[in-house]
């Protein structure tokens, strides 16, 4: 008798196994913007951003060590599960000289919008940053994944290789081309968190680098001028009045840039320089023509950012940026 009780403990045993490895079989690979049904949450990466920066206007302002970035996932958890449960940050996976490593300590950011792992409650969504510090050259040919909390899916973190799953059989050529313009455009976060993008506006500041610096350089400069003025009304009321007339140019980049650049045009190149270099910028070379500065280039990782001014003045002009 006892021996039949053995054989049927370790038949049930082998089932058991068998079913967790079928459900082994049955995963697969996701990529940015598709959700992952895990256990307990339903999880996805809405876009990914890199810099050596994050938080640039807050109080835990975070630089990257020298030689390294974050890579920031922006993400949506919803808990499916009947009861609060913990989400934590997962493990960010590289594939460094051959190597799969695994990045699972991610930086803790104590701000609005940065995901700091506590209970979520039950068919409560969030959405937030996760940011783990990397190597500065860390790039789309790494092969990197992401692989949420409590489960075994890797979401792989490049538009590129979405586009590539779909259509696999079509495409042709290397699976690393196109990388660099998807990943520049993402690359300098603004004053904003822009998971909680809601208007066309700020969406399309969000996609836009060159907005997104200028968008920083404006609340910098807002903030001194609240400072340094006698009338913080009158501040506030003339910045108030200005995001209407910015807002009024909905998606329009270049109105945008317009509206940004007006808005600057009396910020000295002092207040700029003392802006990027807080910012994690490096002077790199400056025009002087003998009184005034007519330009200064600044470096962050492979980005260059011209300031460019008006000589007779000393005055904020524009800002290009190029590789």
């Not at 209407?244 to 998606?251: A, E, F, I, P, Y």
Request: proline letters at 2%; a neutral charge.
């Amino acid at each position: 008798m006892k021996f039949k009780i053995y054989v049927l403990f370790f038949a049930l045993l082998l089932a058991l196994s068998g079913c967790d490895s079928s459900s082994s079989v049955n995963s697969r690979n996701y990529f940015i913007h598709e959700t992952v049904s895990t256990k307990y949450f339903d999880v996805s990466v809405n876009q990914v951003l890199e810099g050596t920066v994050v938080n640039p206007n807050g109080l835990d302002r975070k630089e990257a060590p020298s030689g390294t970035k974050y890579i920031v996932l922006d993400v949506t958890i919803k808990n499916t599960s009947s009861e609060a449960r913990i989400f934590d940050s997962g493990e960010l996976h590289i594939n460094i000289g051959g190597k799969d490593l695994k990045y699972d300590k991610s930086e803790i950011v104590l701000a609005k919008g940065f995901i700091n792992f506590g209970n979520i409650n039950p068919l409560i969504s969030e959405t937030g940053y996760i940011v783990f510090n990397v190597p500065e050259s860390v790039g789309d040919e790494n092969n990197i994944y992401w692989i949420p909390a409590r489960s075994s899916e890797k979401i792989f973190l490049t538009e590129k290789k979405a586009v590539r799953q779909e259509s696999s059989s079509q495409v042709s050529g290397s699976p690393t081309q196109n990388s660099e313009s998807s990943k520049e455009l993402i690359r300098i976060f603004p004053s904003f968190n822009c998971s909680a993008a809601s208007t066309d506006t700020e969406r399309s500041i969000c996609s836009n680098p060159k907005l997104s610096l200028l968008d920083n350089l404006m609340v910098f400069s807002y903030k001194l001028d609240l400072k340094n003025s006698n009338d913080s009304v009158q501040i506030k009321t003339e910045q108030s009045n200005w995001r209407k007339s910015r807002d009024s140019c909905g998606s329009d980049t270049s109105c945008l840039t317009d509206s940004y650049n007006q808005k600057l045009s009396d910020v000295n190149s002092d207040t700029v320089k003392k802006f990027m270099l807080s910012n994690g910028w490096s002077l790199k070379s400056e025009n002087w023509n003998g009184q005034r500065y007519c330009a200064q280039d600044f470096i962050q990782g492979s980005t260059i950012s011209t300031i460019s001014y008006f000589c007779a003045g000393n005055r904020y002009s524009d800002i290009s940026l190029s590789n």
